[in-house]
Structure formats: structure tokens, C-alpha cells
């Protein structure tokens, strides 16, 4: 508990605050005195009157913490606070609309235009003219008093320099401050003058020799000449280096001119060379011709008509405010479709314009680089194919395999009978290209890739959801096929003899003619195939027929078996015949792949972008969201960015219930083998619904020509869950009977927050950290009532009761927006709320991941002011935390046992067992990096090999050289072409061994989180850039502090690194210059999130390579196309900061070679 001392002192404060605010409000109430006024006067109180109001509120809030029970009476003074602000701003404005009415009467001078000072935003070349320009009209100003000369400062100056006056109090002495804090941070005569320089030496090169081009590179010049003569540099010498270097810049005509007309005799001078320039661009001006103007009607006539042609048009849905290639709707066709609708209505395959003329565009298709829109290719990988394995082979034993003959139902109810096989070991379905063109359906553009025995490889390139039904009843079921040109030869390849065995009577068989060779139009595989057969009690007694769960063959292997099916009774097995024939094994397999956790992982090891991308969808997400987001009742509701509009949606999207049925089905299997799992999964669903979170509807309910749509959903089980260890997960991707999925016509917004990388960076400066969670961050936002239909899912608690709907009724993760949905709304919270707690606002937009806030800073005061706000924040969109952890106990005073965080927070989101995983152990102050135990149960595959990899967790390159390492093995195992079961070379692998033991030997490794940095002390960023001509090149970044007693100390910060190409090798000077590149990227990268916390006083990148560091001092237009593109790039994120260092004392070499020991 606080004193009573303390407690005294702040209500005497915030008696003394009052007393301002009551002195104001005495001056404004004699109004005598307030029209003599000057009105800067009067702005002057007003500012001192807000910073008065701010100290009340701080004095207020710290007396409450402490004393709950003081009743001090807020309302009133806040209602003195706004009237009193109303009254001077009431005042000012009647005094400026006199000032604009009234002419004055002591002058009859002409009003002149009004000079406005430009805003100073910290860049070195402005500076001078800035200041100088403030000093002559303000700073001279005899009538401003000091405290109002500093509000117009303020006014005047943004982003790094007003942070660094902004805190000044509003005091004479502080104007002074402020010119003198300004000139010493800004007034670098050196920067200053290089940056001039920087501007002749980065001046454009003219591509085009035009009036207005010259005026404008001739302008830019003398302005950079005329500011180095203003700073005292003398630049009379510099007329040979400057000739040489502008003339380079001109364009080949110009520049040749000039050469042609000027005097060889005589040194090329700058004021030569400005004379000539200026001369031609008058020439070139006086050369043009004037525009004719003419007023006859018929002109303008065309000129309507010219207007009205170009306005923009879709050409599919009619709509003005895009074009056909930007069309929603137009994507959403099948691409054959819109291969139609391009031939039916004459447009261009190319732009996909109606013109008569050849197409004025050159751009190919970004697939297969043919001339041709990719909006029209018809191999496009838009979808990801799993990869099948097709397995044939031929054999001399005579097998039969199980046919059935069944109906199809085309365009206009056309029916067709196809012959299918009914494969059990396929994991998916087929049907040919010939019977989807008789049934006049357009199938669905996706990718499968299909590879055979010796590596045959095929793709099936389309697929279609078709309704397949039975010749015998009246069942009928829907398969999505994949299409193919050809399934198998003809089956059986030869005539069988049916008098070996004997039909049982009674039998209705699904194929007549299963003996007689015929094409086979369909496959049907395991994804339908046991769903087919018949249970036990539907089985016949009689004959040679076996049961679906039974093994039967008749008279050992010389007679087939029957198997009732829902198509009827099918035949197969072993047949003896007299002659020898080639008989067809036909097996399809799909292969599971860890393309998805490769992918992740190697999305960590990128370095995160400095600029975020944008593109059309994002800006029209962005427009929904902030047309449609509402806060009321203390609850965000938003809208799904749909890509129809809700009248088409349905229309569009097609049935969905009896896919979601059918794997609800399989789900509710799984779980009642797993008692823990379905008690578990019970619970999850009905907290959903007791929470409000999603309500039970009538399936009835729905109208069947409006169908909705059901997602299907299954457990993910995280057994490291400090809290949820069984977490229920949607799929909005689930095709439809259309092949559309709900997340197909769904729109994803760009990301708000910021990226992993920046998050962790800047936690590490601060004394003090904490770190929480926001509490069912998704479920707790709500969803427009008129999208709630989109959002159902299946559920019954037992087998034995009818099919219930659940209706969702707020964000959903597993569809595409539902993750930019929920950030942007805590960036709207963000947004609304800043100025009421602007520390609060501060952490969801800079240290929020997801749902994980990570906050450090230096003053204690400040970090628990923060931890108040954010809960407050929150509260206003009925949000909450937990999992609180710190390594103060004063942060976690306030918080209850059950809110704070047992164990170590892990920002990765995917729940799964990394193979070394980065963990935030805030209690402990500490990063950890743990490694997991390999599995030695397991053979060492290709498929263990990358699988493993796949879980390495180093966002920050802490442990760079293992990384690497990993990388090595990667690309090793890639190379030798294995698949994914195969085992890779007995070299490789004992290597592998070798790494992994070393890894699972290895003790975890502990970083400190906080980087000290002492007021005054000097902050540099430095960094290396390394490479190997036989593994990788890389790049790390220190942070050096020099305190204020000399002492110099170096924290590694990050670190990224990249495997050498294998296909074409380069020289190890262009390896070299790539690992600058990255460094380049990297320090870009760093230097924009640390600026945010951290000053930066200097920075040094430093590489080894004296070639790579020549180039990148050399212009660009100089040098080879794969090196000037680089060098282009760095000399964009770099200034002149690069050095060498030599090999020895490079630290990056660890990064490049992987020492890993």
C-alpha cells in the first residue's frame, strides 16, 4: 500500500491543476479583457489549458489506484474543460471571419498571397531552407512572445522532429530548446552537403529528349548547385566532373547535339552546358505545333462521341466500374466457359477487348508464356493437385476385376451409360474426357499429378462433381471425378468362359456383360467405393456371393466371387481359362505430402517484406470492411468480403450438405473410438452454442432453391496446450456439388499487423516485458446476421439421433478472411481509441501477433499503465486476456492465477512438434531454442529427412549455422530425384545421423530477451555479408551500444542466410554481391521496426569481397544485367555505409560455411 505521504502529495497536485483550469475560466468570464487579447494569446492559453487537463487525468487515475475510495467529481471538471476550450475557439473564430470581412483601414496595401511555411519532416536537405524560412516569419516576429513562437513550431514540424520536441513544456525557455534541439540534430553540414551531391549523382537519365524533360533536369540541377553555394562549398572546379557526369545522363540526341555545337577548344563548363540545355528546350517548345481550336459543331460532336467510347466496361457483367479482366464474376467461370464466351462475342484472346486491328499488347500468359490472357490458359495450376501414384502392370494370370454399368444424367436431362470399374485401391475417381463431352458438362479446371511404375508421369487437368446412378434401383450417388483421356485397356481383354462356374440364381448382376471385353469410361475409387457396399443383412444366402466384410472365393482360385453392391451384384477374383491372355493390375494411390510445413518453414526463412503487397482484392476487402464494420454493444460486427453479390451466391455456390454429411459421418467414427476426444469434442460444441457463439436452426428451415452452405470440421489435438488442448477447426474450402467452395467466392484483405519478425525485435528492448493473450479473439466478433447462413455445420452427440444444423454466428477460422477480419477489427479498435489510451492503441498495431501481445518497455510506470490500458481497450469490444506471464511481479499483482501463463509462450500457430522451436519465457526474461529427439524407429527417408526440417522454428536466425545445415540437406536430398519413401544414399544418411544426435545432444540454448540501451549512449547498427562457394551465403546484424563512459557492447539481433543454386553455380563475387543483397534487405528491414523504439545513430554494412563492394559503388548503368540489377537495389536501401572487413573478422562466415559443432 502506498503512504499516506504519496497519496497527499498527488491530491495536492491535482489541487494545483485544478486551480489552473479555475484561473482560466476567470480570465475567459471578464470579457472585457479577452477583446483586447491577441489571439495568439488566446491559442497560447488554450494549449496550456490541454496540457493542464492531461495532468488532472494522470493525477485522477493514480489517486484512484491507490485510493478507490476518493469521489472526486471528473464530470464537473470535464464539463468546465470542454466549455472553457469552446469559448476561445468560439473567440478565434469570430476574431478571423472580422480579419476576412473588415478591410483594414490604416493601409492600402495590396493582399498579397499568403507564404506558407512547408512541413519539416526530418530530412537533412529541407532543413536549411526550412529553418530560415520559419526564422524570417515567425522567429523575427516582435509580436509572438516565445510560448506562442513554440506552438507554431510544433505546427509546423511532424514525424522525428516533433517527437523530438513534442515533450517541451510550454515555457519561454523551451522555444530555445527547441531551435537548439533542431539545429543539433538536423544541422549536419555534412549530411547535408552530401545529400546535394547525392542528388546530381541519382539525377534520372532522360529517356526522351522533350522541352519539358530538359526544363525539369536542368531545374534540378542549379537547385542542387544554388544549396551547395548557400552552404559555403566551393564549386568552381567541379565544371569538368559535372559536364561529364550530367552529359551522361542526357539522352543519345541531345547529348550528341551538344557535343556537335559546343566549343572543343575550350574546358566544358556547367553554365556552357545549362545555356545550351535551356536553348533547346526552348527551341524544341517554339518548335511545336499549337493546338488547333476550332468551335464547330461537328468537332465537338466527335469529341462526345470519342468520350463516351472510352468509358471503362465489363464486357461479361455490364458493369462500369471495372473491365472484363478484373471481373469477379468472369474469374469465377470454368475457364472453358470463358474460353466461350471470348469466341462467341469476337474479343481478343489477348487483352480481351473487342477491336478489329492486330492487338497493340505484347504481355504472353504467365503460365506457359503463349500468347494468350492466363485468364484463358487451360493448364493453369490454380489448385493444388495432390500427387497420385498410378500403378499398372501386366500379368499372365487371368483376374477379373469388379465392373458395374450405370447411368449418367447430362446436359437437358441426356442420359448415358457408362462401364465402370469399381476400384479399391484408388484414392480417387476418374471418368474420360469423351463422356463428359457426350454429357455436355463443363468440368472444373484443377491439377493432378499422376505418376506410374519407372516414373510415368499424367495429369488429370480437369474434374466434375457427376450424379451417378444405378441401372437396377433407384439409388444414386455424387462423385467428384478427376478427367482423364483414358482409364485402362478394354476389360476383360478377351472373351470369358462362362462355363467353368456358375451364376447363383437370384442374382441381379450390375455389369450383364462383365465377361465381354468393353471400354471403361469410369473409375470409382475408395472414396466411394466401400460406401457402395451392401451390409451384411442385405447380402444374399445363396449362391456363391460373399458379404462386404468377408473374404470368400470359391473352389480355392478358380472361381470369381459376387459382392452385392448398391448397384447390384458385382464380379471379380481369380478365373481359370484354357488360353493365356494379358490381364491389367490397375491401382491408383495418393500420396500424402509435407509441401505445407516446407512451405512455412521456408516462409520464416525469408526476410519479411519492407513494403506489404497490395493488389485489387485487398483494396475492395479493405472497402467492405470499412463500408459495413459496426461497433455496438460493445461488439464488432462485420461482413464476409464476398466476391457476388448475395442474389447470385447461391446461384453460384451449389449444394454442399451431402459432402459435409459425408464427412461427418467419418468424423463421428473417429471420435467414438476415442472416448477422451469425444467428450472433448461435446464440450467444445456446446460451449460454442451456450456462449452465443452459434445457435441450433431447423434444417427444414432453408429454402431448397437458396441452399446454404455446411462446412465440414474435425479436431485438432495440441497435447503441449497449457488451455485447449482439442480445438475444432472448419473447412470453408470443401468443394460443392459445383466444385465451388465457400472460401472460392470469399475475398482475403491484406495483412494489418505486423510480422513475426518485427514483433520479437522489438520485445527485446525494455527492462520490464509482459506478455498475454486476447481470449477467443475470433469468436468473440460477430457476423453480419444476412452471412450466417453461409457459416452451418453437421452435429448430433449420439449416432442414434437425427442430423442437426448449427448456424455459426461469428468469425470462423478456416475461411479465407476470417484472420484479416479479426486483426483489422483490433486495428479499427486501434484506430478509434487512440487518443483515449494511446499506449493500449500502440501494442495491438506494433507488438500484437494474431491473438499474442508481447510488450516490453524501460519505465515500470509505463509497462503497468499499459497492461491497464490494454484491458480496458479491450473491454470496449467485450475482448479479454490471459495467459499472462512477466518478468515483474508487480505486472502480475493485478492479475488472477487463472490469467496468467503456466508455461512458455509459442507464437508458432500451427500446434505442431517442432524440431527446434523458438519459445518466449517471459518469468525468465530469456529466449529458448530447444531441439527435438529424432525418431530412430522410423527408417531414414526422404520423406523423415524433410519432414524433419520442416519443423525447424527460427524466425530470427538465432541458431543461422544449424539452419543452414538443414538447408544443406535439403537441397542434397532434392537433388538424388528419390521419392518419398525411398532411402537416400548410405553417405547422406550417416551424415543425417550424425546431425540429428548432434542436435538432440544439444543443450537448449538461452538468449537474453532485453538490450539495455542507457540514456545518451550511441546506437549503430552494423552488418556482415558472407559467402561460400559450397554451401550458402548469408548475412547477421549487431546492435552496438557505446555507453556514455566509452564501453562498447555488441547483441546479435538476426540473421538469414541462403543455399547456393544448383542448377547454374555462380562465381563467388556474385554470390558474394547476393549476400549483400540479402544484407541490404535485411538491415532495411531491421532499421524500420527498431526506428520505432530505437534511435539509430549510424549504420556500417561491411563484406569481404572488395569485387561485390566495387560494384555496388559503380552506377549501375555500367555494369552486367544479373549485377546491376542487384547493385540497383542495394544502392536503393543502402546509402554509402558499406566497408570491408577482412575474412577473418567476418562473422557471417559462420552463417555461410554452417559450422553447426
Not at 482409364?487 to 462362362?498: R, S
Not at 559450397?1030 to 546479435?1052: N, S
Not at 552506377?1115 to 537495389?1129: D, F, G, I, M
Amino acid at each position: 500500500m502506498a503512504s499516506e505521504e504519496d497519496l497527499k502529495a498527488l491530491k495536492a497536485s491535482r489541487g494545483y491543476t485544478k486551480t489552473g483550469i479555475k484561473r482560466l475560466q476567470n480570465f475567459l468570464s471578464n470579457e472585457n479583457e479577452v477583446a483586447i487579447t491577441p489571439v495568439f494569446n488566446l491559442l497560447a492559453r488554450k494549449a496550456k489549458l490541454e496540457a493542464t487537463f492531461l495532468e488532472y487525468e494522470r493525477y485522477n487515475k493514480q489517486i484512484f489506484c491507490l485510493d478507490p475510495s476518493d469521489q472526486e467529481n471528473v464530470e464537473e471538471i470535464e464539463n468546465r474543460y470542454f466549455h472553457l476550450i469552446t469559448l476561445i475557439n468560439e473567440e478565434v473564430k469570430k476574431r478571423e471571419s472580422k480579419s476576412d470581412s473588415v478591410p483594414s483601414q490604416s493601409t492600402t496595401r495590396t493582399n498579397l498571397p499568403t507564404i506558407n511555411i512547408s512541413t519539416f519532416t526530418g530530412k537533412y536537405a529541407d532543413y536549411v531552407n526550412f529553418i530560415n524560412l520559419f526564422k524570417s516569419l515567425i522567429h523575427s516576429d516582435r509580436s509572438l512572445d516565445k510560448i506562442q513562437k513554440l506552438h507554431y513550431l510544433r505546427s509546423f514540424v511532424k514525424d522525428e522532429p516533433y517527437e523530438l520536441i513534442k515533450n517541451l513544456p510550454l515555457e519561454c525557455d523551451s522555444y530555445d530548446e527547441a531551435l537548439r534541439l533542431l539545429e543539433d540534430r538536423y544541422f549536419n553540414k555534412f549530411r547535408i552537403i552530401t545529400e546535394h551531391v547525392n542528388e546530381l549523382l541519382d539525377l534520372g537519365a532522360m529517356a526522351k529528349s522533350t522541352s519539358c524533360s530538359i526544363r525539369e533536369f536542368v531545374s534540378k540541377v542549379k537547385q542542387s548547385l544554388s544549396s551547395l553555394k548557400n552552404l559555403g562549398v566551393s564549386i568552381e572546379g567541379w565544371d569538368p566532373i559535372l559536364v561529364c557526369l550530367l552529359t551522361r545522363k542526357l539522352d543519345a540526341y541531345t547529348r550528341r547535339t551538344y557535343q556537335l555545337e559546343r566549343d572543343h577548344r575550350k574546358e566544358p563548363g556547367i553554365v556552357e552546358l545549362m545555356e545550351f540545355l535551356e536553348s533547346r528546350a526552348l527551341a524544341l517548345e517554339n518548335s511545336q505545333p499549337q493546338p488547333f481550336k476550332e468551335s464547330k459543331p461537328s468537332w465537338k460532336a466527335a469529341m462526345h462521341l470519342a468520350t463516351s467510347k472510352s468509358e471503362t466496361s465489363c464486357l461479361y457483367c455490364k458493369l462500369k466500374d471495372h473491365k472484363i479482366f478484373m471481373c469477379q464474376r468472369f474469374k469465377l467461370l470454368p475457364v472453358m466457359d470463358r474460353i466461350s464466351f471470348v469466341k462467341e462475342n469476337n474479343l481478343c484472346k489477348v487483352c480481351l477487348n473487342s477491336h478489329k486491328n492486330k492487338c497493340k499488347y505484347f504481355f504472353k500468359c504467365g503460365d506457359c508464356k503463349q500468347r494468350h490472357n492466363t485468364l484463358l490458359h487451360t493448364n493453369s495450376q490454380t489448385e493444388k493437385g495432390g500427387p497420385v501414384t498410378l500403378l499398372s502392370g501386366n500379368n499372365t494370370n487371368n483376374v477379373l476385376l469388379p465392373t458395374a454399368k450405370v447411368k449418367l444424367l447430362g446436359k437437358n436431362g441426356k442420359e448415358v451409360h457408362c462401364r465402370a470399374i469399381l476400384d479399391s485401391g484408388s484414392q480417387i475417381s476418374l471418368v474420360t474426357s469423351k463422356v463428359v463431352d457426350v454429357l455436355g458438362l463443363t468440368p472444373i479446371q484443377t491439377n493432378t499429378h499422376i505418376v506410374g511404375i519407372a516414373n510415368m508421369k499424367n495429369h488429370a487437368k480437369y474434374s466434375i462433381p457427376l450424379e451417378v446412378h444405378s441401372l437396377n434401383s433407384p439409388f444414386s450417388t455424387s462423385i467428384n471425378f478427376h478427367v482423364v483421356d483414358k482409364i485402362t485397356c478394354n476389360l476383360p481383354q478377351a472373351k470369358l468362359d462362362l462355363t467353368s462356374f456358375k451364376i447363383p440364381p437370384n442374382v441381379e448382376l450390375a455389369d450383364n456383360d462383365f465377361y465381354m471385353p468393353g471400354a471403361i469410361n469410369m473409375l470409382i475409387g475408395a472414396d466411394k467405393f466401400f460406401q457402395l457396399l451392401l451390409p451384411a443383412d442385405a447380402q444374399p444366402q445363396t449362391g456363391q456371393t460373399v458379404q462386404a466384410n468377408q473374404e470368400h472365393v470359391a473352389n480355392q482360385a478358380t472361381s470369381p466371387i459376387f459382392i452385392n453392391t448398391l448397384f447390384g451384384t458385382v464380379v471379380a477374383g481369380t478365373l481359370l481359362q484354357n488360353v493365356s491372355e494379358v490381364v491389367t493390375l490397375f491401382c491408383t494411390k495418393c500420396e500424402s505430402d509435407i509441401s505445407q510445413s516446407l512451405s512455412s518453414f521456408l516462409d520464416i526463412e525469408k526476410v519479411p517484406q519492407y513494403l506489404s503487397e497490395k493488389s485489387s482484392e485487398f483494396d475492395i476487402a479493405e472497402s467492405i470492411f470499412q463500408s459495413t464494420v459496426k461497433l455496438e454493444n460493445n461488439k464488432f460486427t462485420v461482413d464476409l468480403p464476398l466476391k457476388l453479390p448475395p442474389t447470385e451466391i447461391n446461384e453460384n455456390l451449389g449444394d454442399s450438405f451431402d459432402l459435409a454429411f459425408y464427412r461427418f459421418l467419418n468424423l463421428e467414427k473417429r471420435l467414438h473410438k476415442n472416448i477422451n476426444l469425444l467428450t472433448e469434442y461435446q464440450n467444445f460444441i456446446d460451449e460454442y452454442v451456450e456462449m452465443g457463439h452459434g445457435h441450433y436452426v431447423d434444417i427444414s428451415s432453408y429454402s431448397k432453391n437458396e441452399p446454404p452452405y455446411y462446412m465440414p470440421h474435425h479436431a485438432v489435438v495440441n497435447e503441449n496446450s497449457t488451455t485447449t488442448r482439442t480445438r475444432v477447426v472448419f473447412d470453408g474450402s470443401m468443394k460443392t456439388k459445383k466444385g465451388i467452395s465457400l472460401n472460392d467466392i470469399i475475398m482475403n484483405g491484406p495483412v494489418v499487423q505486423r510480422d513475426l519478425f518485427d514483433i520479437i525485435l522489438l520485445y527485446r528492448f525494455g527492462e520490464y516485458a509482459f506478455t498475454t493473450d486476447i481470449k477467443r479473439m475470433f469468436r468473440n466478433i460477430l457476423l453480419n446476421p444476412e452471412h450466417t447462413s453461409l457459416q452451418n455445420i453437421l452435429w448430433r452427440n449420439s449416432p442414434d439421433k437425427p442430423i442437426e444444423c448449427i448456424r455459426l454466428d461469428t468469425v470462423t477460422y478456416g475461411l479465407k478472411s476470417s484472420s484479416y477480419l479479426a486483426t483489422r477489427c483490433l486495428y479499427e479498435l486501434a484506430n478509434r481509441y487512440e487518443g483515449q489510451w494511446p499506449l493500449a492503441s500502440f501494442i495491438l498495431k506494433n507488438c500484437t501477433y494474431v491473438d499474442d501481445v508481447c510488450y516490453a518497455d524501460a519505465n515500470l510506470n509505463i509497462l503497468l499503465e499499459a497492461r491497464d490500458q490494454l484491458g480496458e481497450l479491450l473491454r470496449v469490444a467485450s475482448l479479454e486476456t490471459h495467459k499472462w506471464s512477466s518478468n515483474s511481479s508487480d505486472v502480475l499483482k493485478a492479475i488472477p492465477s487463472s490469467k496468467q501463463l503456466l508455461g512458455n509462450l509459442d507464437l508458432q500457430k500451427d500446434y505442431s512438434v517442432k524440431t527446434l522451436g523458438l519459445t518466449i519465457d517471459a518469468k525468465q526474461d530469456r529466449f529458448t531454442l530447444q531441439c527435438l529427439k529424432p525418431c530412430h524407429d522410423k527408417p531414414i527417408t526422404k520423406r523423415e529427412i524433410l519432414s524433419y526440417i520442416s519443423k525447424i522454428y527460427d524466425p530470427l536466425g538465432f541458431v543461422s549455422p544449424i539452419v543452414v545445415k538443414a538447408k544443406e540437406f535439403m537441397k542434397r536430398v532434392w537433388c538424388q530425384k528419390l521419392n518419398w519413401n525411398d532411402t537416400p544414399s548410405e553417405r547422406l544418411t550417416s551424415e543425417w545421423s550424425q546431425f540429428t544426435n548432434s542436435l538432440a545432444a544439444m543443450q537448449p540454448i538461452h538468449i537474453n530477451r532485453n538490450i539495455p540501451i542507457p540514456y545518451s549512449a550511441t546506437v549503430q547498427l552494423i552488418g556482415f555479408a558472407d559467402a561460400s562457394s559450397t554451401t550458402a551465403y548469408g548475412c547477421c546484424v549487431y546492435l552496438r551500444v557505446v555507453q556514455p563512459t566509452g564501453e562498447a557492447i555488441l547483441y546479435l539481433l538476426c540473421s538469414k542466410s541462403r543455399i547456393n543454386p544448383s542448377a547454374k553455380p555462380l562465381t563467388i563475387p556474385r554470390l558474394e554481391l547476393n549476400a549483400c543483397l540479402l544484407l541490404s534487405n535485411l538491415i532495411a528491414k531491421v532499421y524500420e521496426t527498431l526506428s520505432i523504439k530505437v534511435k539509430i545513430n549510424s549504420t556500417y554494412l561491411f563484406s569481404d569481397s572488395k569485387i561485390a563492394l566495387a560494384w555496388i559503388n559503380t552506377e549501375p548503368t555500367r555494369l552486367q544485367a544479373y549485377v546491376a540489377n542487384r547493385v540497383k537495389v542495394v544502392q536503393q536501401l543502402t546509402t554509402r555505409c558499406w566497408l570491408y572487413v577482412q575474412t577473418n573478422n567476418n562473422p557471417a562466415d559462420l552463417v555461410s560455411t554452417a559450422h553447426h559443432s
